[in-house]
């Protein structure tokens, strides 16, 4: 695993230069923070709220690390924040309702020997699970879709709110399909083994579509699906906001 | 835009009706299903294993009425053990609807019906799509191809026991990426060549990291670790490691390869060495975050059984060697696709786009 990681190291440098120290820098930040995140909730912090803390420092990282353009990366800062705020909203009820937390009968060999009473709540793991997921997407799909959009704005300081929409759904609809295969491969990748277990514990069509497992990783890719699609309207708001500002201050001078 | 709106009433309408069809659905379930009237509970005590964690053991005893079999609208009561942090138990809770299994005389839980909030979610997302000016058509018909295709992947592991694993893998990802590339491009050259970029790096770096981790014998790397334990290790591995970055390859590819022939369209005498110089810099920009969305990804997926693991009193270091070590080495070839997309594909779109964009 040493050798591979210095293969990353030498190839990253080779290709981005400099830049790859920056890179390298910002990757060792979220990996440290997502260790005290670990760490802390191991320890009994309440998931949730250690999740939202760490959530805005990786947030930040991740933005405004590698983006050069102050404008573009408050916005895209901005739109992150809010879209972690409405994944909050959604994931809660349904974790709620679905309870698709923790592991199940299939995880039975990988829980051999261990107690089970770790005082940890997995309901709030759960929710936990589906923001860290979301989290390198929506900060990809934000600062994509804010560049964009801005790039427009700047070579055509007169739009009008729906324009702005609309050039914000068709800088969108790219981004958004893209984002979808990213997140339905990698379904692929974490449930086909999952699938062949089941197909094994010979599981009718019903049992698969109510099994914990499942159900979690499908909510998991459905939840990052909806945090991608209200990213496009979001963004497209703060963007018109910005652009009108600075029409009324021109027009005040 | 009433029009608009039509449509957006009869997507809703449609959703709710799917979503309210599937919370009456229990007669078509063999098992008998329930909904919980009454919980009550029956016992509390608190313990603390021998890692100084603290847990409450509680004992509920939930009434509920048959919604399906003979004994529809009769009630059935059963008692339900559970630790408060629900790891592999559940605290059941009044209006949910739960799967139980017959063992003798007595009924025992099995599930909670989960397939209400799952075809609502998916309804949430479709509705969703209509609320906006997205192509939805095509991302739709990506989705389903994409899907199939997978499922016919599933079966065909399943019937051959995982015997042609890698084989299939690449097959299987051949054509999902296709797809997603015609559906998204259309039949273009840049298609073709966003898709030879995405093929070619992929290989590189597979061979490259195949390679380089057999130089050192798999030190450090516990392939028998993935999920599951399903075998062959390797295999398995390395089908996830393809499955995983392919959709971000092939992200990164069309950003490059767009930018370039956009370039090209507006200052037709550009050099071919310009363009791919200009490509290194679009892509350089492209990395970082590429990886974030794979990295937190990786550690999402695992973060319930590294938290058993830490709570059960192992070091972090132990922890992170027996839970992520596979699913962060996994990144790192999938890193090292990732960085060289950036040349393969600036080097092929630069050849490309000199000839055949006039």
């Known amino acids: 695993m040493l050798y591979l990681f210095l293969t990353f190291v030498v190839l990253l440098l080779m290709v981005t230069g400099t830049r790859g120290f920056t890179l390298l820098f910002g990757l060792g930040i979220n990996i440290f923070s997502i260790i005290a995140l670990l760490i802390l909730i191991a320890d009994g912090f309440n998931a949730l709220i250690t999740t939202c803390i760490i959530s805005v420092v990786i947030l930040v990282v991740a933005i405004y690390m590698n983006v050069d353009n102050p404008n573009t990366a408050s916005t895209a800062f901005k739109t992150s924040l809010l879209i972690m705020v409405v994944i909050l909203l959604i994931t809660i009820p349904l974790e709620y309702w679905a309870s698709a937390q923790g592991m199940a009968a299939e995880n039975q060999d990988e829980l051999e020997g261990f107690s089970l009473a770790a005082g940890i709540s997995y309901p709030k793991l759960a929710i936990s699970i589906i923001v860290i997921n979301s989290l390198g997407v929506i900060s990809e799909t934000s600062v994509a879709i804010t560049s964009g959009l801005n790039e427009i704005v700047d070579n055509k300081p007169t739009m009008t709110p729906s324009e702005i929409f609309d050039d914000g759904f068709s800088v969108g609809n790219k981004i958004l399909n893209t984002q979808t295969n990213t997140l339905l491969f990698n379904f692929f990748a974490s449930t086909f083994p999952l699938f062949f277990v089941i197909h094994s514990l010979g599981y009718k069509f019903t049992e698969v579509l109510n099994d914990k497992l499942v159900v979690a990783e499908i909510l998991t890719t459905l939840i990052c699906t909806i945090g991608v699609i209200l990213t496009v309207p979001i963004t497209s708001y703060l963007v018109y906001q910005k652009a009108n500002k600075k029409i009324k201050k021109q027009t005040s001078e | ?358």
Do not use: W
């Open chain 2, 1 to 358: 835009m009433k029009k608009n709106l039509r449509i957006l009433l009869l997507v809703g309408l449609i959703v709710a009706f799917v979503t309210g069809l599937t919370y009456f659905d229990s007669f078509m379930y063999h098992d008998p299903v329930i909904k919980v009237q009454q919980v009550k509970q029956l016992d509390k005590s608190t313990s603390t294993d021998e890692y100084k964690n603290t847990d409450t053991q509680i004992t509920q005893r939930v009434i509920g009425r048959f919604l399906n079999t003979k004994d529809k609208g009769k009630t059935v009561s059963f008692k339900n053990t559970y630790y408060q942090s629900q790891l592999t138990d559940t605290k059941y809770t009044v209006g949910q609807q739960v799967i139980l299994t017959k063992s003798g005389h007595a009924y025992t839980p099995k599930n909670v019906k989960r397939d209400t909030t799952l075809v609502f979610t998916i309804g949430l997302v479709v509705f969703l799509m209509y609320c906006m000016k997205f192509d939805r058509r095509k991302l739709f018909i990506s989705i389903l191809l994409n899907v199939i295709i997978f499922y016919g992947f599933l079966n065909i592991i399943i019937k051959t026991h995982n015997s042609v694993l890698l084989p299939l893998t690449v097959i299987t990802a051949l054509l999902i990426s296709a797809v997603a590339l015609l559906v998204i491009l259309g039949p273009t050259y840049q298609a073709l060549m966003a898709y030879s970029s995405t093929v070619i790096a992929t290989t590189v770096a597979l061979g490259l990291s195949v390679f380089v981790l057999s130089m050192s014998g798999y030190g450090g790397v516990h392939v028998e670790l993935n999920d599951f334990e399903l075998q062959p290790y390797k295999g398995v591995f390395f089908a996830q490691v393809i499955f995983s970055v392919l959709g971000v390859i092939l992200d990164e590819t069309m950003d490059i390869s767009s930018s370039l022939i956009e370039m090209k369209k507006e200052l037709a005498d550009v050099e071919e060495a310009t363009l791919f110089k200009s490509g290194i810099n679009i892509g350089r920009e492209l990395i970082g975050p590429l990886i974030n969305i794979l990295l937190f990804i990786v550690i999402a997926e695992n973060l319930n059984i590294v938290l058993l693991y830490l709570s059960n009193g192992n070091s972090i270091g132990y922890t992170v060697e027996m839970t992520l070590s596979l699913g962060l080495t996994q990144l790192l070839i999938s890193a090292i696709g990732i960085i060289l997309t950036v040349p393969v594909t600036s080097f092929i779109a630069s050849k490309v786009i000199t000839k055949r964009v006039k």
